[in-house]
C-alpha cells in the first residue's frame, strides 16, 4: 500500500477501522514488498521477498511507476 507521509501525519484517530475510514491509500504495483525507502527525487529502493520467503532482490524503483 502506498500512503502519504503528509496524510499519516495529519490524519484524526478513528476507533472502529475499516476500509472506508482512515487515511488514503493505494495498492501499488510491486508484489512481496519486505521494506521500501526514498532512495532520492526519482526513485525508492525496494526488497522484496519471493512468496516462498527464501530469495531477497534489492532494486530502485521510479517513484512514477509505483
Not at 525507502?37 to 524503483?61: G, I, P
Amino acid at each position: 500500500m502506498k500512503i502519504s507521509g503528509k496524510d499519516l501525519f495529519n490524519a484524526k484517530a478513528i476507533k472502529s477501522p475499516s476500509r472506508d475510514r482512515g487515511v488514503k491509500r493505494e495498492s501499488v504495483k510491486i508484489g512481496g514488498i519486505a521494506h521500501l525507502t526514498d532512495y532520492n527525487d526519482e526513485q525508492v529502493l525496494v526488497m522484496t521477498r519471493s512468496q516462498d520467503r527464501k530469495v531477497f532482490n534489492l532494486k530502485t524503483v521510479a517513484k512514477k511507476d509505483i
